[in-house]
C-alpha cells in the first residue's frame, strides 16, 4: 500500500499568500486627511457689501447733520414725532456713560469696542459654522459700530447724533442711524439664537 502526499499548493492558498504579501503595513497605510475647517468665502461678497453699506450710509447721514443741522434749532418734523437735533456725543450710546471719568469713557468706547470689533470681523471672515441670516446681522451690528468709531477716531472722542423719536413727552435720546444697525443687528441675533435654541 503506497501512500502520496500531494505537497503542490492548492489555489485557496495560493491566492491568500499573495493576498497578504501584497498587504501594505499599517504605518505605510494613508488615511484621507480631515480637511481643515475653512471659512464659507461665498458669504464674503454679502458681508462686505453689508459692511461698507452700513458704514456709508452712516457717514453720509452724519455729514449732512454736520452740514446743515449743527448750531441750528431742533428741527421737528410730523408733529415732533421726528426730530432732527445735531449733538457731538462722547459719553457712548444714549449717553448711558454721562459722568463717567474720561479714561473709563476711552477705555470702554475704544479700547473694549475696538477689541470687540475685531472679534466680530474675525467670526464673520473666519469662522464657517454660522448661517447667512446671522452673518447678515452681525455684519449691520460691527457696521454700525465701525461707523462710531471712526467718529471717535475724527472727532476726538465724540460720535454725531442727530435722530429723535417720541410721542409727547416721551422721547428716546438723541441717536445716529449707526446706532439703530447696532440695535436691529443684536436683535436679529438674540432672535435667531432663541429660535435656535426653541
Known amino acids: 500500500m503506497k501512500l502520496s502526499i500531494n505537497l503542490a499548493p492548492s489555489n485557496d492558498l495560493v491566492l491568500n499568500v499573495l493576498m497578504i504579501s501584497n498587504r501594505k503595513p499599517v504605518h505605510s497605510m494613508k488615511f484621507p486627511k480631515r480637511s481643515p475647517s475653512t471659512p464659507q468665502k461665498s458669504q464674503w461678497p454679502i458681508i462686505l457689501a453689508t459692511l461698507l453699506f452700513t458704514i456709508y450710509s452712516d457717514q453720509y447721514t452724519k455729514s449732512i447733520a454736520k452740514s446743515y443741522l449743527a448750531g441750528q434749532e431742533p428741527i421737528p418734523v410730523n408733529s415732533g414725532i421726528i426730530v432732527f437735533s445735531y449733538v457731538e456725543n462722547n459719553a457712548g450710546f444714549l449717553g448711558i456713560l454721562k459722568g463717567v471719568p474720561e479714561y473709563i469713557q476711552f477705555f470702554l468706547l475704544n479700547i473694549c469696542v475696538s477689541l470687540i470689533l475685531l472679534y466680530c470681523l474675525y467670526y464673520l471672515f473666519f469662522r464657517d459654522n ?11 451690528l460691527t457696521g454700525g459700530g465701525i461707523s462710531n468709531l471712526v467718529d471717535r477716531i475724527l472727532y476726538d472722542g465724540r460720535v454725531i447724533d442727530f435722530l429723535q ?34
Not at 454660522?130 to 449691520?140: E, G, K, V
Not at 413727552?169 to 439664537?193: H, R, W
Open 130 to 140: 454660522h448661517t447667512i441670516l446671522r452673518a447678515l446681522a452681525l455684519s449691520i
Open 165 to 198: 423719536v417720541g410721542i409727547g413727552p416721551v422721547k428716546t435720546g438723541i441717536f445716529n442711524l449707526a446706532d439703530l444697525y447696532i440695535l436691529t443687528g443684536s436683535f436679529l441675533i438674540g432672535f435667531l439664537v432663541l429660535s435656535a435654541d426653541a
